[in-house]
C-alpha cells in the first residue's frame, strides 16, 4: 500500500527551508526578546509593503484582524453588516461580537464568493458595512463592490484569510477595501507555525486606532481609551513570516500549475463541476474545491459518498463547508430558512477539496485523479 495523500502537508514545506526557518527561530530565541521588537514591526512593514499599502498591523489570529477592523470602525449594537453565507464561520462571528447583525447573501454558483448583484436588496439604514471574502483564494469582483459601497456610502473589510498574495484587477487583495483582514494559520497561503493574523489599511487613523484596540485599548501604557483586546503576533512567529513571504509568490505559483494539472486530468468527467476561476482575478488555490453532483435526496449526499471511499483508499478530502451560515444552531434568531440561499446550500451538500499544497508531487496528484475516477466509475 502507498502513502496516504493529506490535504496539506506542512512537514514537506518545512522541510524545504528548514534551515532559513531554523535560523530565524534561533536568533530569536537567543535574543531574549520574546515579544514585539523590530522583527515584528519589520514583518509589518514587509507586508505592508507586499500589499501595496502604507499599514500593516500585526495581531493574533484572522479573528482578531476581522473582529479589530470592525471595531476600528465603530461598528456595533444596532448596526448590520453584509457578509456571504458561505464561508467560514469567523466572518459573521466577529460581526456578532461587536454586537451587530450579519445579513448574509447567496453565493455565485461558479465563483463560490459572494453575489455582488444580491447585495442591494439587503442595504438598509442600518447597514454600516459589507465584508467580501475571497473563497479558496479567488477575489471577489472588487470592482463593482467598492462601486456599490461607495454609491451607499459602506465600508469595505476584506476578509483575505484564504487569498494572501490574490489578486484582483492587478491589485492585492487587502489594499482595495478600508481594511484587509489576513490569517497566517498554518494551513492558509502565507501560514506561520501556529497563531496569526495582520490587518492591512491606506489609511492612517484606521491603523493606528487598531494599534491601540490590540493593546488593551491603551496607547501610553496603563491609560486606556477603548476596552480593548490583547492579541499580539509573537515574535517567534514575525520571525518565521518574513522568511515564509519571501517564498509566497512561489509557491502560489506552484499552487496554480497544482491547480492546471488537475483542470486537464479530471476534464470531462461525469457527475463532476471543476473549479473555475475567474477572468481579471490571480487565483491563489489554498482550495481546489470541485463539485460532486448530488444524486440522492435525504442527508448523506453522493459527495460524502465519494469522500468516504476515497478516504478508504487513501486519499484525505475535506468539506469546506458543509452547513451554511444562515443554517448555524446559533443563528436560528435571525430568522432565516433551509431554501433562502439555493446556490449556497447546494454547494454545501456537493463541495469537496481535493488535496491542494504547493509541494504536491505529479505522482500523488495523479493518484487522486485515478482514485476519484475509481470511486465515481
Ligand atoms: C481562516 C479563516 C479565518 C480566521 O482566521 P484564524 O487565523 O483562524 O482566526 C477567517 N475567515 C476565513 C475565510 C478563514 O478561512
Redesign the pocket.
Known sequence: MSKTIPPVNLKRQYETIAQELDTAVLEVLRSGHYIGGEVVTKFEQQFADYTGVSYSVSCN????A?YLALRALNIGEGDEVITSAF??F??AEVISRVGAKPVFVDINSETFNLDVSQISAKITAKTKAIIP?H?FGLAVKMDSLMELAQKHNLFVIE?C??ATGGEWQGKKVGSMGDIG?F???PT?NLGTCG???AITTKDHEIAAKIRILKEHGSKQRYHHEYIGINSRLDTIQAAILQVKLRYLDQWNNQRREVATRYHQLLNNLSYLTLPQGLKGAKHTWNQYSILVEDLKSGDYTFRDEIRTKLLEKGVISMIYYPIPLHLQEVYQNLGYHLGDFPVTEKVARQVLSLPMFPDLTLEEQEKVVYTLKDCLS
Open positions: 489570529s484572522g479573528t482578531d476581522l464561508t467560514f469567523a466572518t471574502v473563497l476578509d484569510a484564504q483582514c490569517s497566517f494559520f492558509k497563531d496569526g493574523g
